[in-house]
């Protein structure tokens, strides 16, 4: 079975290859193509409406693509004889039956694939919802319809995890325990995929990040080469002679801000260039600093032209 | 960097090999579903009072001095009840498709099930057994209270023995089985419950009774084929008089079933869960 139990040549898990939907009119995935790998938490970010859900759904085949691929350690996700073993997807928190309890919900899907009752007890304690298992689940909220979710993701003890928004919802404890069980599902071999809108929430947890926007293929990098090339970095330099200093600064490609009297925000270049522009002309500095830009900052650059949901003023006041 | 790099990536992990989707699988998974949902106990609940309380009620009232007799009329007399709770086991039938959809459980169906027909097939299965044990014994309950209650009057008297009583009953529960598997393939095929209720209820049931209200010839020829007229025939003890024979109407319910799953199977196939 592709070589699972010897050593693995191919280390793409989730394979995405020139993938299109279209509901009707609308392209709500355009040409898309990347790869997931195992052994780290891969990022899927993008503003709302990007095209993010409807990769993942397409992944586990909900949605058949208009043209081109999904498939999951080199298969379409519906030729796998244990499915709920090869993938594990939280998408829309809710789907779940309102009038059946959270424990009943997992022993219905874990009977699919002949998982014992003992497993779905495990989850359920692990997603930490041991005390409203048996209550319906219409009276859930956000948060504790997320675990449910999360549980149901993991009861296969699935190689590849899909999650969708896995922290809309959750409090503050909540947010911190999935980071953790992510990274750490991650770091035991697995491929762990999720998507967020939240650029701060992926910079925690993502270490590599696939960016899309409007359906297509934004950025495919790690975190930190996301930021780096993407964020607006700024030298910020505090100094007496801050109007000689910009003067002799200003050229090609530089743009100098003075935001209060005696301070400089220069992009373009770098802080040395700086310090060394001050000292051959023997000016004074009393602060100079990079300012790094944040991953929201890299984030907000990239998709700039691609937030299809775009908040006019003109829009507001209408 | 590639040294350390190689190292931190663990090694691939293998799934548990011993969690496989199976047939059985998905039969369990039905029914835990359909036995974990408190709407089947008490639809179920209502389909049993109402078929047996009204065949009770009105084999109970018949008046000593009613000049009807013979067992044709004893059973349907006892049946009385019945056609009434077919509908609140269409309904259920209707809903354990359409209830997924319209709560998105079917996407964590399907997430397990991503070859989906196998989903259809085991609902299908799973209630339509459940309709045929519950109804085998309604049935024949029903007909005991009835009998018992008749006592006494012409309708009195009749026996499971008696020529054609013991095939009209069981005719009764094959077409409360038939009008359920229909229900779930149109509950399939519509996905939404207020819809599918609706088309059940107007297009099958009543649809076909109003159109014999109709002045057109040809439309008197047709109405016996329509899917919810089809298995009237098997219900009579005495089948002789009727528009199709015993034959034609095993035949009919086999072909609208066909139709009604194909249609089914392919649109599930086809669409965007």
């Known amino acids: 079975m592709n070589g699972r139990s010897g050593r693995r040549t191919v280390v793409i898990m989730i394979e995405i290859e020139h993938l299109t939907k279209r509901y009707g009119k609308k392209t709500a995935v355009d040409d898309l193509t990347f790869n997931v790998k195992p052994g780290v938490v891969t990022g899927f970010l993008g503003p709302n409406g990007a095209g993010k859900s409807t990769t993942m759904r397409a992944i586990v085949g909900l949605d058949a693509p208009t043209s081109g691929l999904a498939r999951v350690n080199g298969k379409h996700y519906s030729e796998f004889q244990s499915p709920l073993s090869e993938v594990g997807a939280l998408l829309e928190a809710k789907s779940v039956h309102a009038g059946r309890s959270a424990h009943n919900h997992l022993l219905a899907l874990a009977r699919t694939h002949g998982i014992p009752k003992r497993r779905v007890q495990e989850v359920i304690d692990l997603v930490g919802l041991h005390e409203v298992a048996g209550k319906r689940v219409g009276g859930f909220s956000l948060g504790m319809g997320q675990r449910l979710g999360i549980a149901v993701a993991l009861l296969g003890d699935p190689a590849v995890l899909i999650l969708d928004e896995p922290v809309n919802g959750l409090d503050p404890d909540g947010v911190k325990w999935i980071r953790v069980l992510l990274k750490g599902l991650a770091a035991e071999g697995r491929t762990v995929f999720l998507s967020s809108h939240l650029m701060s929430e992926l910079a925690q947890t993502a270490e590599h990040l696939v960016v899309i926007g409007q359906g297509r293929l934004l950025a495919d990098t790690t975190v930190d080469d996301f930021v780096s090339g993407n964020g607006k970095s700024r030298v910020r330099v505090v100094s007496p002679d801050a109007a000689r200093l910009a003067e002799h600064l200003a050229g090609p490609g530089i743009s100098i801000a003075s935001p209060e009297k005696g301070v400089l925000e220069v992009s373009g270049t770098e802080a040395a260039v700086v310090g060394q522009t001050a000292a051959a002309h023997g000016l004074v500095l009393h602060e100079l600093r990079t300012d790094r830009g944040s991953l929201e900052d890299a984030f907000m650059q990239l998709t700039a032209d691609a937030v299809e949901y775009r908040q006019t003023t003109e829009g507001a006041t209408r | ?273």
């Open chain 2, 1 to 273: 960097m590639t040294a350390a790099a190689m190292t931190e990536r663990p090694a691939a992990y293998a799934p548990p090999a011993n969690y496989k989707l199976s047939a059985t699988g998905l039969l369990r998974s039905e029914w835990t579903k359909l036995w974990t949902l408190r709407s089947t106990w008490i639809v179920l609940l209502c389909a049993v009072v109402f078929s047996a309380g009204l065949g009770a009620l009105v084999s109970g009232t018949v008046p000593a001095d009613l000049e009807i007799g013979g067992a044709e009329n004893a059973v349907g007399f006892a049946m009385s009840g019945v056609a009434l709770s077919s509908v609140f086991v269409a309904v259920l039938g209707i809903l354990t498709i359409t209830g997924e959809y319209s709560t998105g459980s079917i996407r964590s169906t399907m997430s397990a099930a991503p070859k989906r027909l196998g989903v259809l097939w085991s609902k299908a299965v799973v209630f339509g057994a459940v309709v045929a044990v519950l109804f085998t014994v309604m049935v024949f309950a029903t007909f005991f209270i009835s009998q018992a209650l008749l006592d006494g009057t012409e309708l009195g008297g009749v026996s499971l023995g008696d020529e054609g009583v013991t095939r009209a009953l069981f005719g009764y529960v094959a077409m409360i089985v038939y009008l359920t598997l229909l229900a779930v393939a149109i509950g399939a095929i519509l996905r939404n419950s207020a819809g599918s209720i609706g088309f059940y209820i107007g297009v099958i049931m009543i649809l076909p009774q109003l159109a014999t209200l109709l002045p057109w010839g040809w439309v008197e020829d047709v109405t016996p084929y329509a899917p919810g007229n089809v298995s009237n025939t098997i219900t009579y003890v005495d089948p002789a008089g009727q528009a199709l024979g015993v034959g034609e109407s095993w035949l009919w319910m086999g072909i609208w079933l066909v139709v009604a799953y194909g249609l089914a199977g392919v649109l599930l196939k086809r669409r965007d869960v």
